[in-house]
Nanobody, 127 residues
Framework: QVQLVESGGRLVQAGGSLRLSCAAS????????MGWFRQAPGKEREFVAV????????HYADSVKGRFATSRDNAKNTVYLQMNSLKAEDTAVYYC????????????????????WGQGTQVTVSS
């Protein structure tokens, strides 16, 4: 079992920045590819970003490319999502998720590929 706890969500003005953190426990962190997803009210959950086990590969949704960056610190069992130039449409509950089945540099972007999920953290961007 893997436990994931997100933090860092809050109310921020459009154009501002925010960094989300996701702390993992219960399994060797470096064995997990880590994804970020979000769900806005009335909308389906969508993929945001992913980072491979090694940290050597990342991938982003087109809607956040160039504004968001994900990174990980395997020594601290933590993955981060740095969000810059935030827009009102970034308002959502953000979830981190763990995928234990990938090789060092591979990843998946479908939520169904992830076995473990955090409880989510609310990000609200005011325009």
């Amino acid at each position: 079992q893997v436990q994931l706890v997100e933090s860092g969500g809050r109310l921020v003005q459009a154009g501002g920045s925010l960094r989300l953190s996701c702390a993992a426990s219960g399994r060797t962190f470096s064995s997990l590819a880590m994804g970020w997803f979000r769900q806005a009210p009335g909308k389906e959950r969508e993929f945001v970003a992913v980072i491979s086990r090694s940290g050597g590969s990342t991938h982003y949704a087109d809607s956040v490319k160039g504004r968001f960056a994900t990174s990980r610190d395997n020594a601290k069992n933590t993955v981060y999502l740095q969000m810059n130039s935030l827009k009102a449409e970034d308002t959502a509950v953000y979830y981190c998720a763990a995928d234990p089945r990938r090789s060092s540099y591979s990843y998946r972007i479908a939520g169904s590929e992830y076995d473990y999920w955090g409880q989510g953290t609310q990000v609200t961007v005011s325009s």
